[in-house]
């Protein structure tokens, strides 16, 4: 049972030293965004989602083009009366077109209304690239915190193992008492039990890690420093204000509320529209006469509006007000609240950059106290509660440092998503990003699948987008 439980946790220990940081094949942070740029499937489905929004664009166009449809029938009748029975076939032809002439500018504000829908689907896209580079980031740092403090706690139980075996020693030549050789068990036993909770975090953090990039990690680098894009905090939140993907859309939504207010205006104007017709039939009678062609053509132009709708447009407009007023208010808040995000990732960073200049030096004041209490336990003036305590001091210290150095790491990133500056083409990771103008250039303008070079070209997007 023994050897099981030893083999174990050599297991373990080795699977956690396949994680531990070396060169070459090791996985640096720009490898790890980049894969998870490439493998996001919330990116997948944004990106989808911004199509739709182009798709409305060329829905709105074609609004604007006249309408061509066709019909064909083919009718039998019977017909019994006082002459006899008489049967016909009747086949007819009918072709029907119409356009709008002039709605006094509802057709084209549809369309500006369904491009600043493009620039608002575009913003949430940037914003969900911001929070998958994020995780990103946060799943790296936990993935090297969580191995840094793995190996430290197992370190930590060689240390104790090795003092108590020492203490047995000296307690089989009555240096000390059973007392001090039960307080370096119970400490073994708790560094243990650190230390599987520790190999359980980093397991956690492992699965994190492929979720939020893809894959398992396999031997991560150290983070190269951090970039930084201000050099004070108004600086950041006059960035975050001009360029935070939340603030922009809230913008757009003002924009497009604006826009659906005059729309509801334009809506109670009249409209003129033209429409055309050609149709032409051929009867055939099973009995004389022998059968006739007829054709029927017909053109015309309408002025059409509304008189009274029971107050529902009116309606509308109110309701079109009301939206655009909080659209304003929810421009506001979004500012406040993007200014707050920054606030708060800079304070975090300033925390995590002092907590690390304080955990240095209490790391190096614990070395001399545990040098120094190791010494005077030799000399019999100290115990060994008194050097295992000062041991988990130091243990402690060390631990508060692998934290303190991820947390600054991680809100560096987070000023820059805070900034909406932490994106792939900010942080130059070396990919080709996507590029959102090339679906919306192949339909903006409505083409028809395989009808038109237009269509051809839209085709070959859609292609392109398949294989990516």
């Known amino acids: 049972m023994r050897l099981s439980v030893k083999r174990i946790a050599a297991a373990a220990l080795a699977s956690m030293l396949a994680f531990a940081p070396v060169s070459g094949s090791a996985e640096s942070l720009s490898d ?274 509304p008189i009274y709708q029971g107050g529902k447009l009116s309606a509308l407009y109110r309701q079109a007000k009301a939206q655009t007023e909080a659209a304003r208010a929810a421009l506001h808040i979004a500012a406040q609240g993007v200014e707050q995000q920054v606030a708060n990732a800079w304070a975090q960073l300033a925390v995590a950059q002092a907590s690390l200049r304080a955990t240095d030096q209490q790391i190096r004041a614990n070395r001399v106290a545990l040098r120094g209490a190791r010494e005077e336990q030799a000399l019999g003036t100290r115990t060994t509660l008194d050097v295992l305590n000062y041991e988990q001091d130091l243990l402690d210290a060390q631990a508060a440092r692998i934290r303190a150095q991820a947390d600054q790491y991680l809100a560096v990133y987070t000023v820059l998503s805070a900034m909406g500056m932490l994106t792939a083409d900010h942080l130059r990771l070396g990919i080709a990003s996507y590029d959102p103008e090339a679906y919306y250039r192949a339909v903006k303008d409505a083409p028809v699948f395989e009808v038109s070079p237009e269509g051809k070209r839209l085709d070959a997007v859609i292609e392109a987008l398949g294989r990516k």
């Open 32 to 305: 790890a965004l980049v894969s998870a740029y490439r493998n996001s499937g919330l990116l997948a489905q944004q990106r989808a989602l911004l199509r739709v929004r182009d798709e409305d664009v060329a829905v709105a166009v074609a609004a604007t083009r006249p309408v061509l449809n066709y019909a064909l029938s083919s009718t039998w009748n019977l017909t019994d009366n006082a002459l006899g029975v008489s049967t016909s076939l009747t086949n007819s032809l009918s072709l029907s077109s119409s356009l709008t002439l002039y709605d006094f500018g509802r057709s084209q504000m549809r369309i500006d209304l369904a491009r600043e829908n493009v620039m608002m689907a575009r913003d949430a896209l940037v914003g969900v690239e911001q929070s998958v580079l994020l995780r990103a980031v946060k799943a790296f740092l936990d993935v090297r915190s969580a191995h840094e403090t793995a190996m430290l706690q197992a370190n930590n139980v060689r240390v104790i193992t090795e003092q108590l075996r020492a203490a047995r020693d000296r307690f089989e030549v009555g240096e000390i008492t059973q007392t001090e050789v039960s307080l370096a068990e119970a400490a073994l036993g708790g560094a243990k039990s650190a230390e599987a909770a520790a190999r359980g975090q980093l397991m956690i953090a492992r699965e994190e890690y492929k979720a939020a990039i893809g894959h398992y990690p396999d031997g991560l680098q150290v983070p190269p420093a951090a970039p930084m894009a201000a050099k004070s905090l108004d600086g950041a939140k006059a960035m975050a204000r001009s360029r935070h993907p939340d603030v922009l859309s809230a913008r757009r939504s003002v924009t497009v509320a604006e826009m659906s207010t005059e729309l509801a205006r334009r809506s109670m104007l009249p409209t003129m529209s033209a429409d055309a017709s050609l149709s032409r039939s051929f009867t055939d009678p099973t009995t004389p006469p022998t059968g006739a062609f007829s054709t029927n053509a017909r053109v015309g132009v309408t002025l059409s509006g």
